[in-house]
């Protein structure tokens, strides 16, 4: 269970407080320069400086290591990029530095969630020479090779063509449903936030405007938060966020 309460920092975030259990994911959505990449960043380098407090399992984060965080979560930025030679499975690596094994038994897990991830076929290349989609698979590939059971991920899919898109949306449903997954995820895609979130907090100035089930939000609600005019839709058992009059 991740629980956040009163956090507040660096004169951008006040007040936030909202809880995540296992396998939930809570979609955060708001207008840019709303704090969504501020919080999720707020919660991964918490310290006794930042007001509020951040628990994990029941244990509050700034009294753990770097080491024991990396073990809790996995960040998957919006976009990704490297200004030296490294193979892609050499980055991968380091993506268990948290864990005491050897280099064998990382190499299983590495081949595993390559063939996960759809990356076999770039643990030989130079990372630095892959496209922004192709670094931005490899990105959620180190996601799984950490095998944290959070992941706070900042529009993981806008380096991504429709397809890439809709495979890091199952396999994210599957690793949820496998391995109780927690995920705080950052969208303005939101048609995805309405389908895969159980839960949506909507950000404004820093502070929490809702924090209400996925089903609680209505077109009325987006026009307000994004200060645009929405319409709701329902096909074939799902609903359908469109902007403008449908």
């Not at 920092?9 to 939930?24: K, Y």
């Not at 192709?134 to 063509?161: G, I, K």
Request: aromatic fraction near 8%; charge should be neutral; include cysteine.
């Amino acid at each position: 269970m991740l629980q956040v309460s009163d956090l507040s920092f660096a004169g951008i975030l006040s007040g936030i407080s909202f809880q995540a259990g296992p396998g939930e994911i809570v979609g955060i959505v708001g207008e840019n320069g709303a704090g969504k990449t501020t919080l999720l960043k707020a919660i991964l380098f918490h310290n006794k400086e930042t007001g509020g407090s951040i628990s994990i399992c029941g244990r509050e984060i700034d009294t753990l290591s770097r080491r024991v965080i990396a073990r809790h979560f996995a960040y998957i930025p919006q976009s990704f990029s490297v200004d030296f030679d490294v193979r892609v499975q050499d980055f991968l690596y380091h993506s268990r530095y948290a864990y005491d094994e050897n280099r064998n038994s990382s190499a299983r897990k590495i081949e595993e969630a390559a063939e996960l991830c759809s990356v076999t076929g770039f643990l030989e290349k130079n990372l630095r020479l892959l496209s922004g989609g192709e670094r931005q698979r490899v990105m959620l590939c180190s996601a799984v090779v950490q095998n944290a059971p959070v992941w706070l991920c900042d529009e993981p899919t806008s380096n991504l063509d429709p397809k890439a898109e809709a495979d890091f949306f199952n396999l994210l449903e599957k690793i949820r449903k496998e391995r109780q997954l927690t995920a705080l995820l950052v969208s303005h895609n939101l048609q995805q936030i309405v389908r895969h979130s159980d839960k949506i907090l909507a950000l404004r100035n820093g502070r929490v405007l809702y924090y209400e089930p996925a089903s609680f939000f209505t077109a009325e609600i987006f026009s307000n938060i994004y200060n645009a005019r929405f319409t709701m839709l329902e096909h074939g058992g799902r609903k359908h966020i469109v902007t403008g009059d449908a």
